[in-house]
């Protein structure tokens, strides 16, 4: 099949409609620029045809008797077209010219043998022709005189170099003013539609800078009652009915979490005084000790979802002290220790002697390297390694998670720290978390006046970061 052009949807709108506004502009003036031409020229030879109807009507037959005679007749009925350009002769029936006046193309036949015989006929002849050495345009009425074997034909003729150089002269004027009117009205469609658009314009900013964090925000609605402004205010209804979604969504959860610690507590309680029995059997040990991990698990869930709900009311309290970097990453490091040596991954940590200090929460800020360190080693995944860094520089401190495991793609990278974004999607038993850890990591970092970011290459490792001012 061939292919089929392409059509420049990519073009912006203001692109597109001066390309149709100038395009039909151009048709308009390109058939009003044949027209014209066409309608000047009928309307000056109609005019020349009146004339020529006038001075024949006025050639006297007697005056055709000498050469004199029919030359002044013939001055005085065709004296209304251009001097010099007039042309009268009587053909006789074997075609010879009896008498002649005016442009020297009448001392010829201005009439071809055919032309002259239907004339004899009876019929009166108008047309446009080109006659003598020079093939000059003239145009020719041909007329019967006369009866019996002495009947003649009257030709009277007008040329048409005024027709045609008028003619010409509006299409050079035309071939001029066209080009210029599409160029001006390109420019004034651009300058249209730029102005009619950028109300749109706004609304696409506005609207492109909204986030979740942002729903309270409403894209600008112009004063006007048009096509925008309906657009504008479908667009305001819709950010209100998210927001309102998102506000209950964040309250269910808030609600929800805060319910669930309580039975989680009392079945952790339960499964840990059950564990105490001497008399309980292997099977029955094994079950209880599986249930109390899936009850942490679930109590770390239900920890990070309420965590969340309180960041997003603004409730998250902060207890600042000064705090060393060196020795919250040595404490996760070691609270970490078993997951780590089960997984066969292990921990090291440097720089705890460059004297890191911030001002931060102490048990927030060791929920966050928490969430990074363990991270690391659920996916390095054995033979690999995890290595914490303690750094200061630049008036920033912080630490560095790194690790040996398969890396990040990079159509990830940049929303690894948004929530539920996990970067396996199996959520196994091994590595399965709730894609919520990151996520928290960032807004409590965030929340100290920190920041956080994620570099890695695939196939060779991650490593994380989190800084802080200097104290």
């Known amino acids: 099949m061939p292919s089929r052009l392409p059509y420049p949807r990519s073009l912006p709108i203001r692109a597109r409609l001066t390309a149709w506004y100038v395009g039909l502009l151009a048709t308009i003036l390109t058939a009003v620029g044949v027209f014209l031409p066409l309608r000047l020229s009928r309307d000056l030879v109609a005019g020349i045809d009146r004339t020529l109807d006038a001075g024949a009507a006025q050639i006297s037959p007697a005056n055709q008797e000498t050469e004199v005679g029919f030359q002044d007749a013939s001055d005085a009925s065709l004296a209304g077209l251009t001097g010099g350009e007039t042309a009268a002769q009587t053909i006789s029936v074997t075609g010879t010219v009896v008498l002649h006046s005016g442009d020297p193309a009448s001392q010829s036949a201005m009439l071809p043998p055919a032309s002259v015989a239907r004339v004899l006929a009876g019929a009166h002849l108008r047309t446009s022709l080109r006659v003598g050495t020079d093939h000059e345009a003239f145009r020719v009425l041909a007329l019967p005189l006369g009866a019996g074997p002495g009947r003649q034909v009257l030709v009277v003729a007008s040329s048409l170099d005024e027709v045609d150089q008028s003619v010409h002269r509006l299409r050079v004027l035309l071939l001029a003013v066209v080009p210029a009117a599409l160029l001006a009205a390109a420019g004034g469609g651009w300058w249209l539609a730029r102005k009619a658009l950028r109300p749109v314009a706004e609304i696409t900013r506005q609207a492109g800078a909204i986030g979740v ?259």
């Open 213 to 471: 964090e942002q729903l309270h925000e409403r894209v600008p609605a112009p004063s006007t009652t048009d096509e925008v402004a309906g657009l504008a205010t479908t667009i305001n209804a819709m950010l209100e009915r998210i927001e309102h979604g998102v506000r209950e969504k964040r309250r269910f959860l808030a609600d929800a979490s805060h319910e669930l610690r309580t039975p989680l507590a009392v079945m952790r309680s339960e499964i840990e005084v059950s564990l105490r029995s001497d008399d309980l059997e292997p099977a029955a040990r094994d079950v209880l000790v599986s249930n109390a991990e899936e009850v942490e698990r679930m109590s770390r869930i239900v920890d990070d979802l309420l965590t969340l709900a309180r960041i997003d009311e603004g409730r998250l309290e902060l207890a600042r002290s000064r705090v060393d970097l060196g020795a919250v990453a040595a404490d996760v490091a070691a609270s970490l220790r078993p997951l780590a040596e089960a997984q066969g991954v292990p921990v090291t940590v440097s720089g705890g002697e460059v004297g890191a200090q911030v001002d931060a929460d102490p048990e927030h800020l060791r929920r966050a390297v928490r969430n990074l360190v363990e991270n690391a080693v659920k996916y390095t995944g054995g033979g690999g390694k995890v290595g914490v860094e303690v750094w200061r520089r630049n008036g920033e401190a912080g630490l560095t998670v790194t690790d040996t495991g398969p890396g990040i793609p990079e159509a990830l990278l940049e929303r690894i720290f948004d929530r539920f974004v996990r970067v396996d999607t199996a959520r196994s038993r091994s590595t399965g978390g709730s894609g919520l850890g990151l996520s928290i990591t960032r807004e409590i970092v965030e929340a100290h006046g920190g920041r956080v970011w994620a570099e890695s290459t695939p196939g060779e490792g991650s490593a994380f970061s989190m800084g802080f001012p200097l104290v």
